[in-house]
DNA sequence: AACGACATACCGACTGGTTAGTCTGCCGGG
DNA sequence: CCCGGCAGACTAACCAGTCGGTATGTCGTT
């Protein structure tokens, strides 16, 4: 007798393909020629969930802001948790991707290091929805997907925490602190920014980038 | 029709008084005496909303944990929004204490900084429940309550920011950053502990403290 | 070129279940 | 005897997900 839902068992749900990985904020979809639904559904609920939390977000305003029913959201995705998780993925893989080339370049760690922690922020800022759904909403996500998210995001955590030991074991940082301290440290401002930074602010994303990314770097001055 | 609710109009909706402030954890009832109904639903709607969340966890769940029913909720309690308002209460009105008494000794400002920005990790990690909750569901609040809860942690941040100027005036902390950005900053990975920091870690609450600390000063270096 | 067979994309009424808050009334102590 | 403190049935919503149905498109065959 209902042991909670938790969506059907098998598969991820979604049942379509992103062409190619585009930037969350257009879909690629600039022209006049409309979106497409999925996209179109991404969009309002990505909106919806932010203003108002995912619980108090129904399927029925979804689709009305998307312009279509509820058919065409259960044709395209498995269930309202999907939804949700794709938000995740979308910047999950984001920002992964942008940590992965920034890592791997020629540079002094001090600057690899810099150039990652303050990209983090400018793209948490560029996509201030899907990061505020994203602290906000995770634990709505059934156990099973949660368990897939943190594993992603431990992946993040790792590739950004070796650029601080590589510093540390270099004599480039201090070790004062141990460094997955550090990465929780930052990220959790960066989490944070979601809480107060506004667009109307005086700060652009790349200055209050620059300025976390510099705290960052100073309380690692050895 | 239906505007949304809002719970009802006048006054708070709580009717009960606190006797004395008290430390959150234990509330004074450490005996055999069973707890006062209000401090039981309380407690019990911490622990459920801090495990499931606001909207996932219903008022009846919360009278059953607390061994009570509905008629004695809505006897203290005006809306299921009160609880949650009185949650943040609790915490917000100790942090506020503490950081009053802190800021207000007689020593040097980096060492009056360094014991308030210890003291919030170390009070929010023996209240991780209330603090999750605060960082999770503040947004399930009413407008006007919002606004409120709002107002007073602005109170909080500025007088932690005082601090900081006051270092930054006096030439002991940097001024490469602006001292609002440093306190979102700090309190952002203060409200991030709640999702990385568990007991059975090999750092105790103090050692985080220390260490967030430590953080905070060495960023605010000359 | 016309046709049938099958698939994709979507519609929208409906179901079964849940929920916040109300209200009437009981009960025991002052 | 009266009132605070509480019980618990009840109401009036609301909502995720289902399902049968329709329109449009594609493809192989004749």
Redesign the interface.
């Known amino acids: 007798m209902a042991t909670r839902a938790g969506s059907e068992g098998r598969g991820s749900g979604v049942r379509w393909d992103i062409p190619g990985m585009m930037s969350l904020q257009d879909d690629g979809w600039g022209g006049d020629t409309p979106a497409p639904v999925p996209q179109r559904l991404l969009a309002a609920a990505t909106r919806l969930f932010a203003e108002q939390?995912?619980?108090?977000t129904s399927v029925q305003e979804i689709v009305e802001a998307a312009g279509v029913t509820k058919g065409a959201l259960y044709h395209y995705f498995g269930s309202k948790d999907d939804l949700l998780h794709e938000i995740y993925g979308r910047l999950l893989r984001l920002q992964q991707k942008r940590l992965d080339v920034l890592a791997e370049r020629e540079a002094p760690v001090e600057e690899r290091l810099r150039a990652a922690a303050a990209d983090v922020v400018v793209t948490t800022i560029e996509n201030l929805d899907d990061a505020m759904i994203f602290?906000?909403s995770m634990?709505?996500l059934s156990a099973e997907k949660q368990k897939q998210v943190r594993a992603e995001r431990r992946r993040y955590h790792e590739r950004f925490r070796a650029l601080i030991e590589e510093g540390q074991r270099t004599g480039v940082f201090?070790d004062?602190?141990?460094a997955d301290?550090?990465v929780?440290?930052?990220?959790?401002?960066?989490?944070?920014?979601s809480?107060?930074y506004s667009a109307d602010g005086r700060?652009t994303p790349q200055q209050?980038a620059d300025?976390?990314a510099?705290?960052?770097l100073?309380?690692?001055?050895p």
């Open positions: 939390g995912y619980d108090r602290f906000r634990h709505h201090s004062a602190t141990p301290l550090v929780d440290y930052h990220f959790g401002s960066v989490h944070h920014l809480s107060w700060l209050v300025h976390l510099d705290l960052l100073r309380a690692l001055r």
